[in-house]
């Protein structure tokens, strides 16, 4: 397990959409993320959420123009920090993510390392609810998602 763990708010929003939010805590003991993320969370986070600020705020500036500031400020601390894994779900913010070293997973895979840890029974029901909500997910990423946690037909 990496020594961090690193959030956009993307994840956070998803996870408490579906009344999931407890699970990275359950995953990762404790998540990390910026002020600039925390703003774009409109409710009260849980106390095992760190919030750090990044001290790059000229690296951030620059990402900035390629992604978005909670993204931005994401990736710098990730990149500050040893050891850690970002998560976030953005395409776009992904690949700039991953051009610059960082390991990143999204929150469908924290949500296959939920049930590969043993913290849920199954995938699907999760990803149902997911389906409720705004976040796009396409029929193969859900199909491909549900084959990796051994709860496909194929």
């Known amino acids: 397990m990496p020594?961090?763990?690193i959030s956009d708010a993307s994840c956070f929003i998803l996870l408490k959409k579906i009344d999931q939010l407890d699970l990275l805590r359950k995953i990762y003991g404790s998540v990390v993320t910026t002020p600039t993320v925390m703003s774009e969370v409109r409710f009260e986070m849980p106390d095992w959420v760190v919030v750090r600020k990044p001290a790059n705020t000229d690296l951030e500036e620059r990402l900035r123009m390629v992604?978005?500031?909670g993204e931005a400020s994401a990736m710098v601390l990730a990149l500050e920090t040893d050891d850690s894994t970002l998560i976030l779900d953005d395409l776009r913010a992904r690949k700039e993510a991953r051009s610059l070293g960082i390991e990143v997973t999204g929150t469908l895979?924290?949500?296959l390392k939920g049930k590969r840890d043993g913290c849920i029974a199954a995938v699907d029901p999760l990803i149902q609810a997911i389906r409720k909500t705004n976040f796009r997910l396409s029929k193969?990423?859900?199909e491909e998602v549900l084959r990796l946690a051994g709860e496909s037909e194929a």
């Open 3 to 5: 020594k961090a763990v």
């Open 67 to 69: 992604v978005d500031r």
């Open 109 to 111: 895979g924290v949500i």
């Open 140 to 142: 193969e990423v859900e």
